[in-house]
């Protein structure tokens, strides 16, 4: 008789990685009118803590505001978590690496993010919710249709 391994998931800590804030133009960034745009890049990444169950997952944004072609202000940041997790398959834990444990650190890093512009004295902006499982399956079909360009290229 087998025995199916019991599900462990445990967030054990979660905390501020990296934190950059630039505000090259200030103070004469906060004359005149307002009117901005923002562009935002998103990374995650996951990796294995030593030899047990413990993970180390990633979430990092640079988001730049932008004016008349000049760099409003600039953050950077690497939001960070570690997990415990045990009695998962490979795509589980995929799946839990790569989209619920993101879903779990992206409320913490939209916090910082806007308390970081707020205390750099500009006006609020709120992140929009990612939806980390769909970019987990997006990439997971990209690497996918990879694997397969790189079969039909080796035959």
């Known amino acids: 008789m087998t025995e199916q391994a019991q599900r462990v998931f445990q967030i054990q800590r979660i905390y501020v990685k990296d934190l950059s804030f630039e505000s090259p133009g200030a103070p004469e960034v906060f004359s005149g009118k307002w009117s901005p ?15 047990g169950n413990d993970y180390e997952v990633e979430v990092a944004v640079t988001l730049t505001a932008e004016q008349e072609g000049k760099t409003i202000y600039l953050v950077e940041i690497k939001q960070a978590g ?24 992206f409320p913490y890093l939209r916090e910082v993010v806007a308390s970081t512009i707020n205390h750099g ?25 990879q694997v397969e360009q790189a ?5």
Do not use: V, W
């Not at 745009?37 to 030899?51: F, K």
């Not at 004295?121 to 249709?145: H, T, V, W």
């Open 37 to 51: 745009t923002a562009n935002m890049q998103l990374n995650n990444s996951a990796r294995r803590i030593g030899e």
């Open 82 to 105: 570690i997990f415990t997790i045990s009695g998962a398959g490979e795509q589980e834990l995929e799946q839990l690496l790569g989209a619920y444990c993101p879903s779990i650190l």
């Open 121 to 145: 004295s500009f006006p609020a902006f709120q992140l929009q919710p990612i939806n980390f499982d769909a970019l987990f399956q997006q990439a997971k079909a990209k690497r996918a249709e």
């Open 151 to 155: 079969d039909q290229t080796a035959h």
